[in-house]
């Protein structure tokens, strides 16, 4: 059975940081492809940043050169660091697994309908 488990979530001030980590159990971690994911209140569900089994990486445009993700495959564990922080990077944050990584253009695809296995999420909030 697939587990996904998010921590280090929290309550931060507009510029600061914070280091999301989720732990993966149950399968072959380091072949599937992982991603982050956020929803905001009455907002959909988006793409954040994904890795694939390979190291390839992409972002959403909103968080380029401010969150970096990557993956420890000796830990089986995935993070995404999150620097210089906004108010609305507030959002509760999901990392999600699939065995298959789609592309486009040669860009790793960061849709959520991609992805087969879902965390419980872990709160951000940052306050102006």
């Known amino acids: 059975q697939v587990q996904l488990v998010e921590s280090g979530g929290g309550s931060v001030q507009s510029g600061g940081s914070l280091r999301l980590s989720c732990a993966v159990s149950?399968?072959?971690?380091?072949?599937?492809?992982m991603g982050w994911f956020r929803q905001a209140p009455g907002k959909e569900r988006e793409g954040v940043a994904a890795?694939?089994?390979?190291?390839?990486?992409n972002y959403a445009d909103s968080v380029k050169g401010r969150f970096t993700i990557s993956r420890d495959n000796a830990k089986n564990t995935l993070y995404l660091q999150m620097n210089s922080l906004k108010p609305e990077d507030t959002a509760m944050y999901y990392c999600?697994?699939?065995?298959?990584?789609?592309?486009?253009?040669?860009?790793?695809?960061?849709?959520?309908?991609?992805?087969?296995?879902w965390g419980q999420g872990t709160q951000v909030t940052v306050s102006s």
């Open positions: 890795i694939d089994s390979d190291g390839s990486t």
């Open positions: 149950g399968y072959a971690y380091s072949s599937y492809c």
């Open positions: 999600a697994a699939d065995r298959a990584a789609y592309y486009r253009g040669g860009y790793l695809l960061l849709g959520p309908e991609k992805f087969g296995y």
